[in-house]
Nanobody
Framework: QVHLVESGGGSVQAGGSLRLACVAS????????IGWFRQAPGKEREGVTV????????YYDPYVKGRFTVSLDNATNTLYLQMNSLKPEDTAKYYC??????????????????????WGQGTQVTVSS
């Protein structure tokens, strides 16, 4: 049984930084997609960044590219999201998601939540102006 457990959320002022972590367990296979999605109240869940572990290729939503950095520590099975220059618009619940089915990390140029089978419980990020 795959488990994804996020941590690191919190409240920060605009311009500040946070680092999220997602520990993955209970899986097998070294090639998979894993990443971060977020959902603000009243909005659909959207992709922030994903990694294909087979090649290390990363994908970023254009809105966060240059401010957020994803990294994967294979020794501890932990996915990190370093978020810098945070903006109030980044306020959302952030979810870790992963998929081993081999359908691809992105589809039609988008990170689609429907393509990810396993999800963490989420961690709240609140950015005040």
């Amino acid at each position: 049984q795959v488990h994804l457990v996020e941590s690191g959320g919190g409240s920060v002022q605009a311009g500040g930084s946070l680092r999220l972590a997602c520990v993955a367990s209970g899986y097998s296979g070294s090639r998979y997609c894993i990443g971060w999605f977020r959902q603000a109240p009243g909005k659909e869940r959207e992709g922030v960044t994903v990694v294909y572990t087979g090649t290390g290729t990363t994908y970023y939503d254009p809105y966060v590219k240059g401010r957020f950095t994803v990294s994967l520590d294979n020794a501890t099975n932990t996915l990190y999201l370093q978020m810098n220059s945070l903006k109030p618009e980044d306020t959302a619940k952030y979810y870790c998601a992963a998929d081993w089915r081999g359908f691809g990390c992105i589809s039609d140029g988008e990170m689609k939540a429907s393509a990810y089978e396993y999800w963490g419980q989420g961690t709240q990020v609140t950015v005040s102006s």
